[in-house]
């Protein structure tokens, strides 16, 4: 079992959906989640940082972290076509970025 | 955009060369860490520097190597390159103080090597 596992999709939805993103992971110990999202032939881009469980709300992205059950999800209201890109996340113990982990990806295109 | 960059960004080797690629940090920031991306995969670490020290080492083999100079720019070494080495590599720059939780990576754009 890898350590953390993500739909590769691809997903593809009409523009204005809502859209879910998850992952699952294995080891318990990890507390930071992120997410990134990547464009084609660019570096990762940071999205969203949460510790522990909960949820955090920034715009139109909201991330949830359900620790007990390993399982973490992104959520993309009223999706646009800019937001077509492949979406990682991503998980540490601690936050000196020394054994982050990531997820492989899920790809998304947002159809007009 | 980022502070990061990365040189060269597109780069093409033989089996059994070396190559160096270049990582300057963000601004402020003292910590690089290099990730290495296959197609169609997440990125993973290979490993930190933090104040010209390695700080943290992933699963590779010790051909990879690196650097960091006092002005917190980085370069990742790799001898001996084999097919497999074909990728993506990434490096992602941040904060650490002592005590402290760091601050968020900035990635560069990444140097796509290929190995044929």
């Known amino acids: 079992q890898k350590e953390v596992e993500q739909d590769p999709g691809p997903l593809s939805v009409p523009e204005g959906a809502i859209v879910s993103l998850n992952c699952t992971y294995s080891n318990s110990a990890f507390q930071y989640f992120m997410w990134y999202r990547q464009y084609s032939r660019k570096g990762p881009e940071l999205l969203m940082y949460t510790y522990s469980s909960g949820n955090k709300e920034d715009g139109r992205f909201t991330a949830q972290v359900d620790k007990s059950s390993k399982y973490i999800s992104l959520f993309i209201r009223d999706s646009q076509p800019s937001d077509s890109a492949t979406y990682l996340c991503a998980m540490d113990e601690e936050t000196s970025y020394d054994k982050v982990i990531f997820g492989p990806g899920t790809s998304l295109s947002v159809i007009p | 955009e980022t502070g990061v960059t990365q040189s060269p960004t597109h780069l093409i080797k033989t089996r059994g060369q070396q190559v160096t690629l270049r990582c300057s940090s963000q601004?402020?920031?003292?910590?690089v860490s290099w990730y290495q991306q296959a197609l169609g995969q997440g990125p993973q670490f290979i490993f930190q520097y933090y104040r010209e020290e390695e700080n943290g080492r992933g699963n590779f083999p010790p051909r990879f190597s690196g650097l960091q100079f006092p002005n917190y720019s980085s370069e990742l070494n790799v001898n001996a390159l084999e097919l497999d080495d074909s990728a993506l590599y990434l490096c992602a720059s941040s904060l650490l103080r002592t005590g402290e939780a760091g601050t968020e990576a900035f990635f560069g754009q990444g140097t796509r090597l290929t190995v044929v």
């Open positions: 601004s402020g920031h003292n910590t």
